[in-house]
């Protein structure tokens, strides 16, 4: 079973970074795709970034492209999200996804969801 768990979030001024990671304690993943949503409040869950179960082809949200980065080590169970230059529209609460059935971009079609973490970017 993936049990998804994030960490990393936190409280960083404009310009700072974070580096998120997502371990699945469930089972050894290296066969699905990746992926990272973000929530703010009052919106919709959108798209941040996807990477393939070989982490051969990364995938981003036009808001992010340059300014974050996403991988994975099978190895260790984990995925990552490394993100610069951040930005005060960047303040959410950050999830990671796997097992999609469909469209990277689309919430609905991922399988499987963490509990998710907070980062909030100061002005």
């Known amino acids: 079973q993936v049990q998804l768990v994030e960490s990393g979030g936190g409280l960083v001024q404009a310009g700072g970074s974070l580096r998120l990671s997502c371990v699945d304690s469930?089972?050894?993943?290296?066969?699905?795709?990746m992926g990272w949503f973000r929530q703010a409040p009052g919106k919709e869950r959108a798209f941040v970034a996807a990477?393939?179960?070989?982490?051969?082809?990364?995938f981003y949200a036009d808001s992010v492209k340059g300014r974050f980065t996403i991988s994975r080590d099978n190895a260790k169970n984990t995925m990552y999200l490394e993100m610069n230059d951040l930005k005060p529209v960047d303040t959410a609460v950050y999830y990671c996804?796997?097992?999609?059935?469909?469209?990277?971009?689309?919430?609905?079609?991922?399988?499987?969801w963490g509990q998710g973490t907070q980062v909030t970017v100061s002005s």
């Open positions: 996804a796997a097992d999609p059935d469909g469209d990277y971009q689309k919430y609905s079609d991922w399988n499987y």
């Open positions: 469930g089972r050894t993943f290296g066969n699905y795709p």
């Open positions: 990477i393939t179960w070989t982490g051969g082809s990364t």
